[in-house]
């Protein structure tokens, strides 16, 4: 018997695929590609780390942790979150280990999400945030920041994408695609308005750690964000721990007791060596993770210089491991760019268009790779631009 219909839930057959697959899928069927697409530290997890994961394997640690994850793990990441970032949370019901900072953000907008109801989502921004506001139900409503504005969130532009329907704010700072980073009176600007309409946070501050001409500030930890902001951070990219897909929520009880029912269900609990490598890291990892903040800082200001030498109007991103500079003065779309640059030169960009609004007319570049590489990546885009102003 034929089946005639299709039995895809409408909201997966309508989404796209994530854009910045298409360009990674095309140079890896290709030699000699220089890349500055991946969203992953070139640097290996700290030794003591791996140490620590492979030391709980030979100690026979194999079987489920709690839901919301190892007691000790959660006790880390407590005092790590009120030491470094001044917000305090309870390990025994305000934090969650989750798989990645990815599935803390799916189960934060479950958690939240009802029919109809919107979620504010910042652009440009991390592909994954206004698909997974659709797979939980709700409707993602985008706003464009520009580059004028070095890419921030203008307080006017937030307050009249207001409704009645409105339920959340999504954040991500020090941002993705544009390394762009809001202060505290940034923040507090943001904030003020977030309790003047009752509303809640997302804040994704997976690149806290990665923020080099000034510290960090949490939002949660601004006076009443507390109670209105759900926290996403996790170990994969300040701790260079990727492949280890270990996240975690910081929330407070009602919306974190919520949360964990989804991950019960959905997931469980996160990998247990993972999490044994995490205790390490948050005790020990530290002098590890400024050294890499070091090195970022140092090959951030490279490209920077480069871009802006090479034409390329490029600001100077306040943290994350991205630059984003324009490519409007080449007449070329985002996306054109980053195909004929990676067919013609063999450099993989992401087009700045897969991020939303305000994305056209610039790329994503990361500095997540060794000094060599970006030299060698700077040198052919220039070739490549040279080639289209002799033309």
């Not at 997966?12 to 697959?21: D, H, L, Q, T, W």
């Amino acid at each position: 018997m034929t089946v005639t219909k299709s039995y895809i839930a409408k909201s997966v057959e309508n989404m796209r695929p994530s854009g910045i697959r298409k360009f990674f899928d095309l140079a890896a069927t290709m030699e000699g590609v220089v890349s500055l697409g991946v969203g992953e530290p070139d640097f290996v997890t700290t030794w003591s780390v791996r140490e620590a994961a492979i030391s709980s394997l030979e100690r026979g640690f194999t079987s489920y942790t709690a839901n919301a994850g190892l007691i000790e793990l959660r006790r880390e990441i407590a005092h790590y979150m009120e030491s470094r970032f001044r917000v305090r949370y309870s390990p025994q019901n305000e934090i969650i280990v989750t798989v990645g900072a990815s599935q803390a953000i799916d189960i934060a907008m479950r958690a939240i999400t009802d029919p109809g109801d919107e979620i504010i989502v910042v652009e440009p921004c991390f592909v994954s945030y206004a698909p997974l506001v659709e797979l939980a139900g709700g409707k993602a409503v985008t706003i464009g920041t520009t580059g004028e504005t070095g890419f921030k969130l203008q307080p006017e532009q937030f307050e009249a994408a207001i409704t009645s329907k409105t339920k959340a704010l999504l954040l991500c700072y020090p941002n993705n695609p544009t390394g762009t980073q809001l202060n505290k009176e940034d923040l507090q600007l943001i904030a003020d308005i977030v309790k003047k309409h009752d509303l809640l946070v997302i804040a994704d501050e997976i690149y806290a750690e990665l923020a080099y001409d000034q510290d960090h500030t949490s939002i949660a930890s601004l006076e009443g964000m507390r109670e209105r902001t759900i926290l996403i951070n996790g170990f994969s990219k300040g701790f260079a721990m990727t492949g280890w897909r270990l996240g975690f929520t910081c929330a407070p009880v009602k919306i974190s007791s919520a949360m964990l029912k989804i991950h019960q269900y959905a997931m469980m609990c996160a990998s247990t060596p993972a999490q044994y490598g995490a205790i390490e890291a948050l005790q020990n990892g530290m002098t590890d993770v400024e050294s890499m903040k070091k090195d970022y800082r140092r090959r951030r200001n490279y490209i920077v210089q480069s871009f802006n030498e090479l034409g390329l109007d490029c600001h100077l991103p306040g943290g994350a491991f991205y630059v984003f500079p324009s490519i409007q003065s080449t007449g070329l779309t985002s996306e054109q760019f980053a195909e004929q640059l990676l067919l013609e030169e063999k450099v993989a960009v992401v087009p700045g268009s897969v991020f939303g609004k305000g994305g056209e007319g610039y790329i994503r570049c990361s500095y997540a790779s060794s000094m060599a590489q970006l030299q060698e990546a700077i040198k052919r885009i220039g070739q490549f631009i040279d080639k289209r102003q002799m033309n």
